[in-house]
């Protein structure tokens, strides 16, 4: 079985051995990273990006990076991508890059995925639409001269079928009953149905109101799924705690849709909402039982602080805070 582990600099000489003629460093680089061959020092230029090895109990058997072209999520694109020489034509790649889906759909919350493969390439281009890659048509193709040759490029994509499932929207009055119920359900679980929690909060039952009251400042985005329903939803107020601070509120989804990504896609618009409303930070509070969330707020930037005097839900334990002009 295949897994994938975060690239290290003592992997580079054997990624760079694989490339064992120009042709194939040239495919496999589009000259990004210098001449043939390359030095272990040029090939560092990938640390600046997000590595990957993939290893099975053999060994190291394939590497690839990713990237965000934007500065959202949204798109994860995948660069770099090759296979050990002995382990080509066997479907590792097709599995190191099933793998590599799983952690841009599945922790990132892309919506999509995508990355360019050379025309002359069959095979890399056959790996890829055994993937679930398919072909798009940018509005220039992109061309390398490369070996005293124009090399194409394809451009493909392949899309997080369960961010078609939803959409994003603001709350409704309507939609009170149906969140208030998602969030006593998850507190329910997590055996946090008691004082001190937003289980208890006066406004859970009437959450449309409580944002729709200042809603320059406030905001609550329902997820509804593809019937319909809703299945989630995030808000963000003002803090008093710290200057010029917003606060991350009640973000819960159904069980049926977690680990799909919408999570990190709701703390995605949370943010943009924080920062356009001229916030320069954001808070947040959870307890140590939601080990999943607490994980999610760490790669998304928030730092653990000590407890704010401010804290109104005395049975949260763990704070986090981000700054937004620290990026």
């Known amino acids: 079985m295949i897994r994938i582990r975060p690239y290290k600099t003592a992997d580079s000489d054997e990624v760079l051995s694989w490339c064992q003629d120009e042709t194939t460093f040239y495919r496999w680089?589009?000259?990004?990273?210098?001449?043939?061959?390359?030095?272990?020092?040029?090939?560092?230029?990938?640390e600046s990006l997000m590595p990957f090895i993939a290893f099975d109990e053999s060994g190291t058997v394939g590497f690839f990076t990713l990237r965000n072209p934007d500065e959202s999520f949204d798109e994860?694109?995948?660069?770099?991508?090759?296979?050990?020489?002995?382990?080509?034509?066997?479907?590792?790649?097709?599995m190191m890059l099933q793998q590599g889906l799983k952690f841009v759909f599945e922790l990132?919350?892309?919506?999509r995925a995508s990355l360019g493969v050379f025309e002359e390439n069959l095979a890399a281009y056959g790996c890829y639409k055994t993937v679930g890659f398919r072909d798009v048509v940018p509005d220039v193709t992109e061309t390398y001269c490369i070996q005293g040759e124009e090399w194409k490029c394809k451009e493909m994509i392949i899309e997080n079928e369960q961010c078609k499932n939803y959409q994003i929207r603001p709350i409704t009055e309507a939609d009170d009953p149906f969140i208030a119920d998602i969030i006593r359900t998850n507190l329910k679980r997590y055996h946090l149905d008691i004082p001190g929690t937003v289980y208890y909060?006066?406004?859970?039952?009437?959450?449309?109101?409580?944002?729709?009251?200042?809603?320059?400042?406030?905001?609550?985005?329902?997820?509804?799924?593809?019937?319909?329903?809703?299945?989630?939803?995030?808000?963000?107020?003002?803090?008093?705690g710290f200057e010029n601070c917003a606060e991350l509120q009640k973000i819960y989804l159904t069980d049926a849709v977690k680990g799909n990504g919408i999570g990190r896609h709701l703390m995605q618009v949370a943010e943009e909402f924080a920062r356009k409303a001229g916030y320069d930070r954001m808070y947040l509070e959870t307890h140590t039982n939601l080990e999943t969330a607490i994980h999610m707020y760490e790669k998304?930037?928030?730092?653990?602080?000590?407890?704010?005097?401010?804290?109104?839900?005395?049975?949260?334990?763990r704070f986090y805070l981000k700054e937004f002009d620290s990026e």
């Not at 000259?31 to 020092?41: A, E, F, I, R, S």
């Not at 990132?108 to 919506?111: E, L, V």
């Open 108 to 111: 990132y919350g892309a919506r």
């Open 76 to 94: 994860l694109r995948f660069g770099f991508v090759i296979v050990k020489p002995d382990k080509r034509g066997k479907g590792y790649g097709k």
């Open 300 to 317: 998304l930037g928030f730092c653990q602080i000590g407890r704010p005097e401010t804290v109104l839900h005395g049975t949260m334990n």
């Open 201 to 240: 909060d006066p406004e859970v039952d009437h959450l449309s109101r409580y944002y729709h009251a200042l809603p320059d400042k406030r905001g609550y985005f329902i997820v509804e799924g593809d019937d319909g329903q809703v299945i989630g939803g995030v808000g963000i107020a003002e803090f008093a």
């Open 29 to 46: 680089t589009a000259g990004v990273l210098g001449n043939y061959p390359v030095t272990q020092k040029e090939f560092g230029f990938v």
